[in-house]
């Protein structure tokens, strides 16, 4: 089984950008893979961010964007707000299989 | 507007069985397949499988067959997840996800004796 890996946390300033990734082990990530971003805050469901690498839902703030950037699957947050400090999950497709990441937890200080 | 709801937290002895379901609205029910995912205590989200609503046929990811069985009943637009021979480590929060990203609000199943 294929194993899809984030970066275990990252800190962003208030007001900053960061941007946060997700890498396959079978190799270059592509818009095949299907990329989803989930935001999950503790006690919550995780809620979808991102569809199909970059596609938002009428409920995702415009300040989250996704990309394919150099070889991985990328979540851009421009202007972070404190409310935007949680766990962030990348979701792959293989062959109609899934496979999460491991999850980014993301500090916003 | 798309709503999935699910059944309420479950307390289960080791070796009982359980049963979550997953009632759709909002959209036609046999459109799109019905994900199930697990999460464990303090753990991250752990894909268990799909069920294709207009066959009816299951797919499990590895770890998640035999003990886990997804089914429908698609008069009333709803599915299950049933988990045989629980243990404690299945202790988890199970949710029910339709593609592109809706998610039922979370079944938290403790197996406790």
Known sequence: QAVVTQEPSLTVSPGGTVTLTCGSSTGAVTSGHY?????????????????DTSNKHSWTPARFSGSLLGGKAALTLSGAQPEDEAEYYCLFSYSGSWVFGGGTKLIVL | QVQLVQSGSELKKPGASVKVSCKASGYTFTDYAMNW?????????????????????????????GRFV??????????????????????????????PGYWGQGTLVTVSS
């Open chain 2, 37 to 65: 995912v697990r999460q464990a205590p303090g753990q991250g989200l752990e894909w268990m499988g799909w069920i294709n609503t207009n066959t009816g046929n299951p797919t499990s990811a590895q770890g998640f067959t």
């Open chain 1, 35 to 51: 990329p989803y971003w989930f935001q999950q805050k503790p006690g919550q469901a995780p809620r979808t961010l991102i569809y």
């Open chain 2, 70 to 99: 997804f089914s429908l009943d698609t008069s009333v637009s709803t599915a299950y997840l049933q988990i045989s021979g629980l243990k404690a480590e299945d202790t988890a929060v199970y949710y029910c996800v339709r593609i």
